[in-house]
T-cell receptor, first 115, second 112 residues
C-alpha cells in the first residue's frame, strides 16, 4: 500500500520569502502525484499534478513541484510567498493507471505567512 | 458552473440517529468518492464509485453505506451515528482518463 509523509506539520515564512514544502511517498512504481491546498473552512483545490513526462510541474498561483524518483519525493516550491498563500497544503499519491484511482493523502502542512 | 455540491454544509446529530449526505456533480464525471478529514489525519477514503450502480469500499468504510443510483449523485449514509464519526466529509468526482479529482466544500458533521 502506498503512503505519504509530509515531515513539516507547520511552517512559518515571511511574505516575499521563498517556500519549499516537503513530500515523500512510498510506492512500488511511479505513482500519480498531487498537491492540493485548503483554506480554512473550504474544500481542497488542486495546485498541480504529475502523471508522467517532465518531472518539473507548473501549477496555479505560481507554484511548482519536482518529482525526484531517486528520492521518492515531490516537493512543492514557490519563489515568493504572498499573504494569501496562508493555508494548509496536502500532498497525495495514487497508483498509476487508467481510470479511477484511490488517493492517499499526507497529513498536511499548515503554512503561516508573516507580513 | 457548480462543480461538486455537497448538502448539507453543517449538521449536528445525536448518537444512534441516521442521516444521508448528498453529493451532486454537474461535470458528467464517471467516478465519485467520499472522504473524511480528521485533525492531523489528512483525508481518508470511505467509499467510491466507478460508475452508476457500482460502489466499492475504501480505507475506512465501517459504519457507512453509499449508493449511486444516478450518475450525477453519490449518497453517503450513516445508519446509526457514533461520536467517532464526527468529522468533515468531502466528496470528489473525477472524469475518465488522467484527470484530477475535484472536491466539494465539505459537510461538517458533529455527533453528540
Amino acid at each position: 500500500a502506498q503512503s505519504v509523509t509530509q515531515p513539516d506539520i507547520h511552517i512559518t515564512v515571511s511574505e516575499g520569502a521563498s517556500l519549499e514544502l516537503r513530500c515523500n511517498y512510498s510506492y512500488g512504481a511511479t505513482p500519480y502525484l498531487f498537491w492540493y491546498v485548503q483554506s480554512p473552512g473550504q474544500g481542497l483545490q488542486l495546485l498541480l499534478k504529475y502523471f508522467s513526462g517532465d518531472t518539473l510541474v507548473q501549477g496555479i498561483k505560481g507554484f511548482e513541484a519536482e518529482f525526484k524518483r531517486s528520492q521518492s519525493s515531490f516537493n512543492l516550491r514557490k519563489p515568493s510567498v504572498h499573504w494569501s498563500d496562508a493555508a494548509e497544503y496536502f500532498c497525495a499519491v495514487a497508483p498509476s493507471g487508467a481510470g479511477s484511482y484511490q488517493l492517499t493523502f499526507g497529513k498536511g502542512t499548515k503554512l503561516s505567512v508573516i507580513p | 458552473n457548480a462543480g461538486v455540491t455537497q448538502t448539507p454544509k453543517f449538521r449536528v446529530l445525536k448518537t444512534g440517529q441516521s442521516m444521508t449526505l448528498l453529493c451532486a456533480q454537474d461535470m458528467n464525471h464517471e467516478y465519485m468518492y467520499w472522504y473524511r478529514q480528521d485533525p492531523g489525519m489528512g483525508l481518508r477514503l470511505i467509499h467510491y464509485s466507478v460508475g452508476e450502480g457500482t460502489t466499492a469500499k475504501g480505507e475506512v468504510p465501517d459504519g457507512y453505506n453509499v449508493s449511486r443510483l444516478k450518475k450525477q449523485n453519490f449518497l453517503l449514509g450513516l445508519e446509526s451515528a457514533a461520536p467517532s464519526q464526527t468529522s468533515v466529509y468531502f466528496c470528489a468526482s473525477q472524469g475518465q482518463g488522467n484527470q484530477p479529482q475535484h472536491f466539494g466544500d465539505g459537510t461538517r458533521l458533529s455527533i453528540l
